[in-house]
């Protein structure tokens, strides 16, 4: 019982309200998380009023948490809400859709025309003597399709030679973030199956939320362990095989670095993405404010782009108005494919004066400004 379950958490919150303000939730939309905490210690939460509603207006990252001065572990507590919702029937319709389009497409997205490997411009062959694997992840092989090309030319333009999965299973995050937890456990146990079989040594992702379900997630929340290799994000990948390379830009190009809730607070990573973007000849970096820790959310996680996407965008929007447009700088540069997502979209229909780039895509153009 979430009574029991959360108990300290109850005993401890002393209703101080900074949960709410770190919230990513609170300039567009009547959600509190202070008075979702609230509800819980005065038991008035098993409600569809509530259940229907309050769980699902969080983005998963972790920014609450953080900030707590007691360290109260609030995203867990909505993760809890979200499986008694589910229990219960009372979750919103999209998240039965992204369970039922996982079971028959291997991905979230529902599509009868794109698949995991069809954004390939010619067919790639499974070697079996190639050690590392491209573990492409479900958003960059069906929706965000620059970020699976331009890590697919950065790894070979640096002459690293990797192996592909011809039916790459989704990693089972969204799921997981979505408090579907018996359901991403077995389809977890289909991609530790599908990794076993690759017969490889070490896996490089670019996408954020698979690697954190890979080292995080898997152990820690669904008790799945994942097979015996090195897990890479791309980033740290490139941070290893940049150094001394000499690549450089044609053009000289001003960025600022988000932080991704999977990466950084979810996973830790903070330095490897900077270096690699540091590293490129023409590259100039200026650090956005708050970072790394206290980096504040894009607003496409945790379920929200698919439940509410107009709001992840209005958060996106408020974020690069009021923190990356005052920099003045060329772009924005992230690691995160739902990030990246989130803001391309979002700054593409406000007509912003800034470009976004995934890591990989920046990466790539430096290779092709070398080779030239």
Known sequence: MIEERFKELIRRCAQCGTCTASCPLKDVSD???????????????????FLARYPW?????????????????????????????????????????????????????????RTKTSWLKQPFQLSTRVHLLYWVGCTPS????????????????????????????????????????????????????????????????????CYNAFIKLYPETLGVEFPSVKVMH????????????????????????????????????????????????????VEINPTRDYATCCGGGGGLWPLNYEMAMEIAYKKLVKEVLPLNVEGLATCCPLCYMNFKLTSTKRKLPLRIYDLTEVVSMAIQSTDT
């Open 31 to 49: 959600f509190n998380i202070r008075k979702l905490v609230r509800r819980v210690q005065l038991n008035l939460f098993n409600t569809r009023e």
């Open 57 to 113: 207006l969080c983005t998963q990252c972790y920014r609450c948490q953080v900030l707590c001065t007691e360290e109260l572990e609030i995203p867990k507590l909505v993760l809890a809400l979200r499986e008694l919702a589910l229990k219960s029937g009372m979750a919103p319709s999209q998240v039965y859709e992204a369970l039922e389009a996982i079971r028959k497409f291997n991905s979230p997205y529902r599509s009868l025309t």
């Open 142 to 209: 069906i929706k965000a399709r620059g970020i699976a090309e331009a890590t697919l030319k950065a790894l070979k333009g640096l002459n690293l030679e990797f192996k592909l999965l011809n039916d790459e299973p989704c990693c089972g995050e969204p799921l997981i973030r979505l408090g579907l937890i018996d359901e991403a456990r077995l389809v977890a146990l289909k991609t530790v199956k599908a990794v076993e079989e690759a017969g490889v040594e070490a896996i490089v992702t670019p996408c954020s939320g």
């Open 234 to 285: 791309v980033s740290q990948l490139l941070e290893q095989n940049l150094k001394g390379a000499g690549l450089r830009l044609n053009e000289p190009l001003t960025l600022t670095y988000h932080d991704p809730c999977s990466l950084g607070r979810h996973s830790g990573v903070y330095d490897a993405p900077r270096k690699a973007l540091n590293s490129i000849d023409g590259v100039k970096l």
